[in-house]
């Protein structure tokens, strides 16, 4: 036997560097964990945490670095060595498998056929134990998102881990989820199992951890107590940058004219793993920004598909921009009608990535910019539109002519949005205006959004960050199983009767809007 | 009229059996997420490399084992553009296939013409007697019996066994099986080879039992319609059998209605088995959903580990 009483912490990286490509990922990072520990690991996109998340689960070798994990010096070789170790792993987008079931998924995490022995009820134990119930059968593209991630930790738990990466856990649950799964942790870190904790959102990290490391660009940048700092500290830490609120704007007056509906919108998902949209009907009046929260998954990627014309529902009338009946028209009909649409997806939706920034300008704003002269594509005109996109957003890049993917995550949304805002659009939705961006680019894109509104165009953002919606929109609606429930104002709403909603609970409001019609 | 139903059923599972062969391989590959369009390749190239052995040693059993051969050495060269120096699989599929045709005929040119020895039938005194039933099921060789053993320990090592989650959980998600630990370009060598082990056994059926012949491009394009059967079957191995079945039924009517005279050009008639089958495929899965539920999600997508 060689271990000893356990002493000392359980994970200490010193000097970790890795070279990518054009980028330093982690340049000399340094990184302790303690026993018992609840360990946030803070920065912003493209801080590095991702690289150094994956270096401690074998995925990423690095260039340069230490690592002693539980009093021994490893060079950990690939994520089944880091699981021997006892080094579990709950990835931010699910290390899944869509057509498999629960057991079937949980069995490929486990080595050896002894592993697997008496799975069946091992798997309900542990989930009981923990308060994660899962029924073993079931077909995971069935499940929802908050399902999926106890999928994980079940399979990661079954093997005795003693640390724990999270990698943006409750980005995609509910807040009750979020209380449940924070339960979950305490138990496991008083039990010896330590956790590391990735996210974004600080209030959480100050509830629930005991210590923090916060990267930017790839280096440390401090280490301190969560507690004792407040988010905005901590975040200016984060960005090395002050933060200030966005503006708050009056609201629309009640008497401005509808520019968006949508009248019992009736669509079957293409996808098989999919969800109908069920007689979705809205209103949007110029100036005013509707907030569709709900949980990844619920219909807001068919929703998104609707409103932009890539799905046509069927009867015109069901969604009417600006009073034209629009819905059997495609993405570039209802562009000329003054609709503009930014989808979820940067890469490949809504930039293709190997084209240049101009390219891409050029592939929305055609119609509406007028970029077409005889059947021929006016370069001039096409690079001045982009140039334009780039200097009013602030989009970080080398000009028109750099290529959508050579841009971070947050200067191509930036453009993206900023495509469509200079559209000058009487109708904007916008799937996740701000998924893994960081806090300055989303502010931008926040003020941006609140601009085009103040101009009087109707805004339609669906989010999975309740958050965003909170700070953004006039009116909330929640969309779950493909049904939207019926819009309250913002300052009606709280975190828990959203949430309630979003849990597929009933919707009191809808009654309550009846008997006011 | 019952010679005509014996010689029916008869022929019918002889001409299904290279298809079968060939597209139990692809749904390998195709279910760990490569997708090798150099099946009718790897087929010629065993179609040949079977009957010159089997000629110049005069022992079939050496032939088909050449075959076998053959095929995973085509596949792993395949393997090696396609996996290792991650070329796109779609343009490497093709160029197999094209090299599979060209080696084919070149080693093949001294050997049209001349005969090899056969596969011999199985024949059980008592079974294979008795009238109608003998023949149709205890006639045939030992190829054809493999094939549809084959088929079922895939479809059972597929749906029932720890093997064949690793297989549907490489195709369904590389990243994921990565993540897991799960060693995914050796896993798809296997497949692939395996792939190619099948499709040669299909060569060495066409030219040392179906037609004991070498002809150029004797497969005739079933190498082709084996990939279109798995697709079409949404990587099923049932709907699989049922595909190479039918095929293998219109192949034999189209050469009845031929013999009867009919004034129908023949070359239309000879494509009636590829067109009918492909059309009642498309017909049987025109249901795009659950083309995508089965379809395994990282067909066509070369994986590489970040490092």
Same mark, same amino acid.
């Given at each position: 036997m060689t271990d000893a009483a356990p002493s000392g912490p359980l994970l200490t990286m010193t000097g970790m560097t890795k070279q990518y490509p054009g980028c330093l990922a982690n340049d000399h990072v340094s990184l302790t964990v303690e026993r018992n520990q609840i360990h946030a690991l803070l920065g912003e996109n493209g801080a590095g945490k991702s690289t150094l998340v994956k270096i401690i689960y074998g995925v990423v070798k690095p260039d340069e670095g230490h690592i002693v994990w539980d009093g021994r010096k490893v060079a950990i070789q690939n994520p089944g060595h880091a699981q021997r170790l006892g080094i579990g792993m709950v990835f931010q987008h699910f290390s899944l498998f869509e057509a498999l079931t629960v057991q079937e998924n949980i069995a490929l995490g486990l080595g050896s056929a002894r592993e697997r022995v008496g799975l069946r009820e091992r798997i309900v134990r542990i989930s009981n134990e923990y308060g994660l119930p899962l029924d073993p059968d079931r077909v995971v593209h069935d499940l929802s998102v908050g399902e999926r991630q106890r999928i994980e930790i079940v399979r990661c738990l079954l093997q005795n881990p003693k640390l724990l990466i999270m990698d943006e856990p409750t980005s995609v649950l509910t807040p009750s989820e979020v209380r449940k799964l924070f339960v979950?942790?305490?138990?496991?870190?008083?039990?010896?199992c330590s956790i590391l904790y990735i996210s974004h959102k600080l209030e959480e990290v100050r509830a629930l951890c005991s210590a923090a490391t916060i990267m930017r660009l790839g280096k440390n940048v401090a280490r301190v107590i969560p507690a004792e700092k407040t988010v905005k500290e901590l975040a200016e830490i984060m960005i090395n940058m002050d933060l200030h609120a966005p503006t708050p704007r009056p609201l629309a007056p009640s008497s401005a004219p509808s520019r968006l509906v949508l009248n019992k919108l009736t669509i079957r998902s293409p996808n098989h793993f999919g969800t109908d949209l069920k007689d979705i009907s809205l209103s949007l009046k110029g100036g005013e920004i509707l907030?569709?929260?709900?949980i990844a998954g619920n219909g807001q990627s068919e929703l998104m598909d609707a409103l932009s014309g890539e799905i046509l529902a069927g009867k015109p009338d069901s969604v009417l921009i600006d009073g034209v009946p629009a819905g059997h028209m495609g993405p570039h009909d209802r562009r000329r009608i003054h609709g503009c649409f930014v989808p979820e997806e940067r890469n490949g939706h809504g930039a293709v990535t190997t084209m240049t920034l101009a390219e891409n300008a050029f592939l929305s704003g055609f119609t509406r910019r007028a970029l077409v002269r005889f059947g021929?594509?006016?370069? #001039?005109?096409?690079?001045?539109?982009?140039?334009?996109?780039?200097?009013?957003?602030?989009?970080?890049?080398?000009?028109? #002519?750099?290529q959508a993917r050579s841009l971070s995550g947050g200067n191509l949304q930036k453009f993206l949005v900023g495509r469509e805002v200079l559209q000058e659009p009487a109708v904007l939705a916008i799937n996740q205006p701000t998924w893994g961006v960081d806090a300055g680019a989303a502010l931008a894109i926040h003020e941006a959004i609140m601009a085009l509104a103040a101009g009087g165009a109707a805004v339609m953002i669906i989010s999975q960050d309740l958050d965003e919606i909170f700070v953004l929109a006039d009116r909330i609606a929640v969309i779950a199983g493909g049904r939207v429930s019926a819009p309250v104002l913002t300052r009606d709403a709280t975190v828990e009767s959203i949430g309630r909603l979003m849990g597929g609970g009933s919707a009191p409001a809808a009654a309550g809007e009846m008997a006011v019609a | 009229m019952t010679a005509l139903l014996v010689a029916f059923l008869v022929s019918t599972i002889a001409a299904s059996t290279p298809l079968l062969l060939a597209a139990t391989g692809e749904l390998i590959v195709e279910k760990v997420g490569v997708l090798n369009l150099g099946v009718e390749g790897m087929m010629l190239a065993g179609a040949i490399a079977g009957f010159a052995t089997a000629n110049q040693t005069g022992i079939t059993s050496l032939g088909v084992l050449a075959a076998v051969a053959a095929g995973i050495a085509l596949s792993m060269l395949f393997a090696v553009v396609s996996l290792t120096l991650q070329a796109n699989q779609t343009a490497t599929g093709l160029a197999l296939t094209i090299f599979g045709r060209g080696f084919s005929a070149l080693v093949g040119a001294?050997?049209?013409?001349?005969?090899?020895?056969?596969l011999p039938k199985i024949h059980l005194p008592v079974l294979s007697d008795i009238p109608v039933l003998g023949p149709v099921i205890f006639g045939h060789d030992i190829l054809v019996y493999l094939a549809l053993a084959i088929l079922a320990v895939v479809a059972w090592c597929i749906r029932s066994t720890h093997l064949g989650l690793i297989l549907r959980a490489v195709g369904d998600s590389h990243d994921a099986a990565h993540a897991l630990g799960y060693a995914v370009i050796p896993i798809r060598y296997?497949?692939?080879?395996?792939?190619?082990?099948?499709?040669?056994l299909a060569g060495a059926y066409m030219s040392l039992a179906y037609t004991p012949l070498w002809a150029q491009d004797m497969t005739a394009g079933r190498g082709w319609v084996a990939v279109a059967l798995v697709t079409f079957s949404a990587w099923r191995p049932f709907w699989l059998l049922i595909g190479a079945w039918f095929f293998g039924a219109l192949m034999y009517l189209s050469l009845y209605v031929q013999a009867l005279g009919v004034a129908v050009p023949s070359a239309l008639l000879s494509a009636v088995p590829y067109i009918g089958t492909v059309v009642v495929l498309v017909l049987i899965s025109r249901d795009a959903r659950r083309i995508r539920l089965h379809r395994p999600a990282m067909l066509g997508r070369p994986f590489q580990a970040r490092v």
């Open positions: 979950t942790l305490r138990r496991l870190a008083a039990e010896g907030g569709i929260a709900g021929v594509i006016d370069t #001039k005109k096409t690079a001045a539109f982009a140039e334009n996109i780039i200097k009013v957003f602030d989009v970080r890049t080398t000009g028109p #002519k750099a | 001294g050997y049209v013409g001349i005969p090899a020895p056969t296997a497949a692939v080879a395996f792939g190619g082990a099948l499709a040669g």
